[in-house]
């Protein structure tokens, strides 16, 4: 369950960092929101009966309320076809029954809808911005995934000094750490179709090293001899770098 920037709005808060999904924000609105699928394939939601151009529930907790719905997303295969939206938010104002949430929310509803015979909730949809933000999102953690990939490969090759592989968006990454007159060097390979934002990506996945700092091989290095369409990249991997790589690591090899 996504909330809508207005919603976030509504709450006081605004969008995250990118590598936050919006469904895991810690408020209790968005928490008690994550419930509401489960609870109308249950029968057990409420609806919000004066907003009837579309279906909308009721999302109760504290003094806070939402409004939130199943929204088709369209013919975008980056999301999926249907996805749950907390579009709006708000507070319970039982001693100004005017001013509570639902009553406003069906006082707008019915303003956008004057003169077409009923009531039209559009504007509580999802809107640009908050589908370029999921856009945004998605990519993100997608090169964290990728990253964490290619840091296991980095770690186990410092382990036992061998060439590993892993194999992101259908390109085979490889990884070789090799220990010379007390430098440490670090190899890394990639084969398939060239992308430049997967090599952007492959060179910003070590702590310390900018890119700048690698080198493009040519030829030969630390016994790689690069196959046709293989690159190969290398540097130093400054020991600060190396002793992240391996504290982080959870142990849990490839």
């Known amino acids: 369950m996504r909330p809508t920037r207005r919603a976030l709005s509504d709450l006081g808060l605004t969008f995250p960092r990118l590598d936050v999904p919006l469904a895991t924000i810690d408020h209790p609105?968005?928490?008690?929101?994550q419930g509401l699928p489960e609870a109308v394939?249950?029968?057990?939601?409420?609806?919000?009966?004066?907003?009837?151009d579309?279906?909308?529930?009721?999302?109760?907790?504290?003094?806070?309320?939402?409004?939130?719905?199943?929204v088709p997303s369209g013919n975008d295969p980056a999301v999926p076809d249907h996805s749950w939206w907390l579009a709006a938010a708000g507070h319970r104002r039982a001693?100004?029954?005017?001013?509570?949430?639902?009553?406003?929310?069906?006082?707008?509803?019915?303003?956008?809808g004057r003169g077409s015979g009923g009531v039209i909730s559009e504007g509580l949809l999802p809107q640009e911005t908050d589908y370029k933000r999921w856009y945004a999102e998605l990519a993100t953690l997608a090169v964290t995934a990728m990253q964490g990939l290619i840091r296991k490969a980095i770690v186990k090759s410092a382990h036992d000094g061998k060439l590993w592989t892993v194999t992101v968006q259908h390109h085979v990454i490889g990884a070789l750490v090799r220990t010379d007159d007390g430098e440490t060097y670090l190899a890394v390979t990639a084969e398939g179709y060239y992308d430049a934002r997967l090599v952007a990506v492959l060179l910003d996945s070590v702590p310390g090293v900018a890119?700048?700092?690698?080198?493009a091989e040519p030829?030969?290095?630390?016994?790689?001899?690069?196959n046709q369409g293989q690159i190969v990249f290398s540097t130093m991997?400054?020991?600060?770098?190396?002793?992240?790589?391996?504290d982080a690591d959870d142990g849990d090899y490839l």
């Open 211 to 215: 890119a700048d700092d690698w080198i």
């Open 95 to 112: 001693d100004t029954p005017t001013q509570d949430f639902y009553s406003r929310l069906t006082t707008e509803c019915e303003r956008a």
């Open 54 to 70: 579309r279906t909308w529930f009721k999302v109760k907790t504290q003094d806070y309320r939402g409004a939130a719905g199943d």
């Open 219 to 226: 030829g030969p290095v630390l016994g790689i001899n690069p």
């Open 41 to 52: 394939q249950a029968g057990g939601a409420e609806r919000i009966v004066s907003i009837t």
């Open 29 to 33: 609105l968005v928490v008690k929101a």
């Open 237 to 246: 991997l400054p020991p600060t770098s190396l002793a992240s790589l391996l």
